[in-house]
């Protein structure tokens, strides 16, 4: 009987090895040595379900419920869902000696959502050099802050802890109230924001940085992502600052100085960070709404965040504005942007809402809870972004279920799915064209 070998493409393996980590990561968080209480496997699996996805949703507190130890696996279920499983394994075998196949790098650039197999290797040790330098510098500071309020043990754990997890855009901390009693501390604000902003720029962008030096030399990929980023965090501030400035319940008894600090933070936070110094549920429907757009936008390729990515959002405005002016192709920074793109841009956008709208669709059906909330709940999720109006912990088992799938999605991405369910086909011929009536 001739050996049967199992040929998986790579996104069929990096779904496997992700749902391998999330298994290990529900069966450690389950043991009593990482809890202060027994919890349930709904829980414990939601849990590891987040970390590795770095979205940050909870249904328990993971300060009060986990122990060091728990909340240690939780870190690592953190680093390893944001630098990527796969950035590990090409380390392991780099540190060792070994060849890295052209299935691994496929699977890298699968993983690193890179355009061309060329240069992943690279990318996987900046991603590593990057990724550990920011998160030991940012975790000294932050312990200049939480040292003398915690002492040494907690204090340079928590540094550790939130430096991590910041950095790899999860949301998770060890308060049951966030980082709320932080809103108008500078260092925290600075600190927090910083790492989660460089990490979803994306590694790409930092590798070209390092590289390239000026902006004039960067690749149109890091131009977008920075003139994006800027536009797009100077917009949601002002929005915030003008939309709650006389909320009592969030900023309106705040100082001027910690109204602006705090406007900044959760402004920021939403593309896929899901840190907050505001009660979420306090907010004006209309901050809330502009939270959605946020989180469904979320960060950039090849980052530690979710949602469509920052560039998909652009190209699809980019496109719309070009189609209006009356040309088909889409020019940026004296560069050409291929029309090929708009396909895959939509693609991913149209994937998007439909998993948004089906997932929300469900949740009506099995919760009773506000379709407000519920729409957040579900954008949080898909954007792996972590924030939440409190509904998280009331949520049903299959409410719950319903989440943990929209995670694992908004993580691997639905067109990653799409792929991991397609099966290949030759290439078809073509038929003759023929105009529609559109609009």
Request: contains cysteine; glycine residues 8%; aromatic residues 12%.
């Amino acid at each position: 009987m001739k050996n049967r070998t199992i040929n998986l493409t790579p996104s069929q393996l990096l779904t496997f090895i992700f749902l391998f980590f999330i298994s290990i990561g529900t069966l450690l968080l389950k043991l009593p040595i990482s809890t202060t209480h027994p919890i349930r496997w709904i829980d414990a699996s939601f849990i590891s379900v987040s970390a590795m996805t770095v979205t940050g949703l909870a249904t328990v507190d993971p300060g009060s419920t986990f122990t060091l130890f728990g909340q240690i696996v939780i870190m690592i279920l953190i680093q390893l869902g944001g630098l990527g499983i796969m950035s590990f394994a090409v380390l392991i075998f780099i540190m060792l000696g070994k060849k890295i196949g052209i299935k691994q790098r496929l699977v890298m650039q699968q993983a690193l959502n890179q355009i061309n197999i060329g240069g992943v290797i690279k990318l996987v040790r900046n991603l590593f050099f990057f990724s550990l330098t920011i998160e030991l510098i940012a975790m000294i500071l932050l312990a200049l802050r939480w040292i003398p309020e915690f002492g040494w043990k907690k204090g340079l754990f928590y540094s550790l802890f939130h430096s991590v997890s910041a950095f790899n855009n999860a949301g998770f901390a060890l308060w049951p109230d966030n980082l709320m009693q932080y809103a108008g501390d500078p260092v925290i604000n600075i600190v927090i924001s910083s790492l989660f902003i460089l990490g979803g720029l994306g590694f790409t962008v930092l590798a070209d940085l390092k590289d390239k030096g000026t902006f004039s030399k960067l690749s149109l990929h890091s131009k977008m992502m920075i003139v994006g980023t800027l536009i797009i965090n100077v917009l949601s501030m002002f929005f915030v600052f003008v939309l709650e400035y006389s909320n009592p319940k969030t900023i309106g008894n705040l100082s001027l100085f910690d109204k602006l600090w705090t406007s900044y933070f959760q402004a920021v936070s939403p593309r896929t960070a899901g840190f907050n110094t505001l009660d979420i549920g306090s907010l004006h429907e209309s901050t809330i709404f502009l939270i959605i757009i946020l989180m469904f936008i979320g960060a950039g390729s090849a980052s530690t965040g979710g949602g469509i990515k920052l560039t998909t959002f652009m190209v699809i405005c980019l496109s719309t504005i070009s189609f209006i002016k009356g040309r088909y192709d889409i020019r940026l920074f004296r560069k050409n942007i291929p029309s090929s793109y708009i396909a895959k841009v939509l693609a991913i956008a149209m994937t998007s809402v439909v998993t948004v709208v089906a997932s929300l669709f469900v949740l009506n059906i099995i919760e009773t809870l506000p379709f407000l909330t519920l729409l957040f709940e579900v954008v949080s999720a898909f954007g792996t972004v972590g924030l939440t109006m409190g509904i998280t912990p009331s949520l049903s088992l299959l409410g719950k279920l319903v989440i943990i799938v929209v995670m694992f999605v908004g993580k691997l991405g639905p067109l990653t799915l799409a792929f991991l369910m397609a099966k290949p086909q030759k290439p078809p011929f073509k038929y003759p064209d023929e105009d529609i009536l559109t609009g």
